[in-house]
């Protein structure tokens, strides 16, 4: 479908520079838009970009001024072109399906209203499926597991008996969560593991990613808060206290009994030892190697992590450091001679 620009800049709320006759079928990327897509620019100084793109026209940031093509300007550049994309690639719609007679449902689950569970999923005894929730071919839900209302369950992903999802909350595929933690003793001439009779609890709103792994409690609950974002392929140990509207991105790993405030930052690759607590609004930074409680606030960095300041005048002495060698090694020459010239003096004027 066609769509003006002019009549783009009404539905988005921007402002047009340009050719407002322009029609553009589609939305893409600066990189892969075609003649007759709009794109992205989504900083000032990415607009130079835009005279390599085969685009018709741009979403812009305000104040972007006239460029060699009509552009749009608006305040929120990423919110506008996804309704942009919105327009032109609208997300399929799928009708739903009740409880599918090709699932293995046990007969003592409780399933509330509106609920959709797609072929080949499995449901254990006495589990708990709340209004609106979804659960997708191949998942797997251990029994006496409690989902709460509108909860996505994606295809593969496995909850381990007493698994608790909250409300809303989005378990994306292949994750794992109430598998045993790695917790073992020597004894008897070999590893024993220690008791496993916790469980997982995911808080409302919290998102986990594809092939994360979540491990139960020793005795109690292994927690992720309200609100929480958990990337693919994340590792959160057993006796975890993840708290709410925490941002962990891709392969952190979080070893056991390690607590976290709220609005915490984990970056890529970044791993905490156990029994750490990382206090509100902190951010490790990627590939942070965290030993130590880490202070509400502050931001780490490096292996072993320390406060991005000191962090960043180590890396800058770094940088000097062969600048520094020349000049030592100049001071050395130095010294040599003058002691050389000391020997040759007579003992008088020496």
Not at 37 to 52: F, W
Not at 113 to 122: G, L, N, S
Not at 223 to 247: E, F, W, Y
Not at 264 to 278: L, S, T
Request: proline letters at 5%; a neutral charge; hydrophobic letters at 40%.
């Amino acid at each position: 479908m066609a769509t003006t620009l002019v009549a783009l800049a009404e539905r988005i709320k921007g402002t047009l520079v340009g050719d407002g006759a322009v029609a553009v079928t589609g939305a893409a990327t600066l990189e892969t838009a075609g003649p007759q897509d709009v794109a992205l620019v989504d900083a000032h100084d990415k607009l130079h970009l835009l005279s390599r793109s085969r685009a018709a026209a741009a979403v812009v940031p305000r104040g972007s001024g006239p460029l060699d093509r009509p552009t749009i300007e608006v305040d929120d550049v990423h919110s506008a072109f996804a309704e942009v994309i919105l327009l032109h690639r609208p997300p399929r719609k799928t009708a739903r399906i009740g409880a599918s007679p090709l699932a293995c449902v046990d007969p003592s689950v409780r399933i509330a209203e509106d609920v959709d569970i797609h072929p080949f999923a499995t449901i254990g005894p006495e589990a708990v499926i709340g209004r609106g929730s979804t659960i997708h071919s191949g998942a797997r839900i251990g029994a006496g597991c409690r989902i709460g209302e509108g909860a996505t369950i994606h295809p593969n992903a496995v909850l381990y008996d007493d698994t608790v999802v909250g409300n809303r909350a989005i378990v994306h595929a292949n994750a794992v969560l109430g598998s045993n933690g790695f917790g073992y003793r020597v004894a008897d001439g070999g590893y024993r593991l220690s008791a496993q009779l916790g469980w997982v609890e995911v808080g409302d709103d919290a998102e986990i990613g594809a092939g994360t792994t979540i491990d139960r409690g020793t005795y109690g609950p292994t927690s992720i808060g309200r609100g929480t974002k958990i990337d693919n392929l994340v590792q959160i140990a057993h006796n975890c206290r993840i708290g709410p509207d925490n941002m962990i991105c891709s392969q952190v790993g979080v070893a056991g009994s390690t607590s976290t405030g709220e609005w915490v930052v984990m970056a890529g690759q970044c791993g905490v030892r156990d029994h750490v607590h990382i206090g509100d609004r902190a951010i490790l930074g990627a590939r942070s190697g965290v030993s130590n409680d880490v202070p509400a606030k502050t931001t780490v960095l490096g292996e072993p992590a320390i406060e991005l300041r000191e962090r960043k005048l180590q890396l800058a002495t770094i940088s000097k450091l062969p600048e520094m060698r020349k000049a030592i090694k100049s001071l050395d020459e130095r010294v040599a001679a003058v002691e050389r010239a000391s020997v040759g003096k007579p003992a008088e004027a020496a």
